[in-house]
């Protein structure tokens, strides 16, 4: 079973597609996509086009994260525009996704729900056999929110 885990923003994309198979982990993939566009139609744009990428490779499962409320409140606007984007693209393509908060991601992968993005990398990587640094944090988030779409899917079985 594949999940493709996606953490969302309007700068930087995270992703990454792991293997869920006789309840072990594996990573098939997974990067970041930097928008380099000015407008925020572009970045539509851009988002798109890595998004028909992304998702050329078949998986079963999607999860993304949840938007946190903290943000200023025009940040979390685009960033909400941005998720419609991308769960429009995710409806149309498998039908269905899940989503987890932050916290309910660091708890899952900590067992704290205010983990730093340091603890969280960190615990990634020992879970998915991972050695040597992975930059920038959207991509180990992106492998945390796919873990934790694992670990409830482990739960349900």
Do not use: C, W
């Amino acid at each position: 079973m594949k999940i493709l885990g996606i953490d969302p923003g309007t700068k930087n994309m995270g992703y990454a597609t792991i293997e869920l198979e006789n309840r072990e982990l594996r990573l098939l993939e997974a990067g970041v996509v930097k928008f380099r566009a000015e407008s925020f139609k572009e970045k539509i744009e851009e988002l798109n086009s890595a998004l028909d990428t992304i998702l050329s490779n078949r998986v079963d499962h999607i999860a993304i994260e949840n938007i946190f409320l903290a943000y200023n409140p025009k940040t979390a606007l685009r960033l909400a525009h941005f998720r419609g984007a991308i769960l429009m693209k995710v409806i149309l393509s498998i039908g269905d996704y899940s989503e987890y908060s932050p916290l309910e991601v660091k708890r899952a992968i900590t067992g704290n729900g205010k983990a730093t993005k340091e603890q969280v990398s960190f615990m990634v990587k020992r879970i998915l056999n991972i050695r040597g640094n992975i930059k920038p944090y959207d991509i180990t988030d992106a492998m945390a929110i796919a873990i934790t779409h694992s670990q409830r899917l482990r739960s349900n079985m």
